[in-house]
């Protein structure tokens, strides 16, 4: 366990309003708002880099 509370997005670490916006990989939450900044961000962006770090995280932990 990292201690991040449930609904909590892993990207901002900002809580959720509602809980249903955005995305859901393997139970982690990623709000609207990191969504559309993924979908959006340039690749050259050190941001990109460090939102990719932290998904690769999530999805490698799904075995
Ligand atoms: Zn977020």
Redesign the pocket.
Known sequence: MSGEAPGC?I??R?PCPGGRQ?LYVNGCH??R??EEKIVSIDIDDSVYQIYMQKLKKIWSQAG
């Open positions: 997005c990207l901002c900002q955005g990623i709000c708002d990191c």
